[in-house]
């Protein structure tokens, strides 16, 4: 275990720490967007659906199932910082090991609050946070795993 991980674990105090990765608010207007959408999609359909080409309507019901399928991760997803890393659940898992960790920048913007991790093999990896606790976890984690450079 390295120095910075002995650091956070006694900073942030009992692991694991795990809460939601979006504010509920900000899930259910974007589930309340999809609705009006969904609404207007299928007024257009009624109203023009003869005149639109068929591969403009595959297109329009593909990115319109994108929208619902990430607005069911922005309301069930949940992000947990534990003994071995941080992991989220969204479409494809998200997972970030400590001994990965090169540096962390915590991002806290008005709606959501992301921690941006890049590891050691340069890629950058977000993780977001809603829970007062996650984001207290981030801003640590920040301190911890600050550049160096």
């Known amino acids: 275990m390295s120095s910075e991980s002995t650091a956070l674990f006694s900073t942030i105090g009992p692991l694991p720490v795990r ?3 979006w504010p509920k608010a900000i899930a259910i207007l974007a589930w309340l967007l999809i609705a009006i959408i969904g609404v207007r999609l299928v007024y257009i359909a ?3 659906g003869q005149q ?7 297109g329009v ?17 949940q992000t947990t910082i534990s003994e071995h ?3 989220q659940d969204w479409i494809l898992k998200r997972e970030l090991a400590w001994e990965d960790l090169k540096f962390a920048k915590f991002v806290p913007l008005f709606f959501s609050k992301r921690l941006i991790c890049f590891t050691k ?18 801003a640590h984690i920040s301190l911890i795993y600050k550049r160096t450079v």
């Not at 639109?52 to 595959?58: F, G, K, Q, R």
């Not at 019901?61 to 997803?77: K, R």
């Open 85 to 87: 890393g941080i992991q």
């Open 121 to 138: 093999r340069g890629r950058p990896v977000v993780f977001q946070g809603a829970s007062p606790e996650l984001q207290i976890a981030f």
């Open 46 to 48: 009624t109203t023009y």
């Open 19 to 21: 809460g939601r990765s």
């Open 61 to 77: 019901i593909l990115a319109y199932s994108g929208m619902i399928v990430v607005a069911f991760y922005m309301l069930t997803g």
């Open 52 to 58: 639109v080409d068929t591969p403009i309507i595959a």
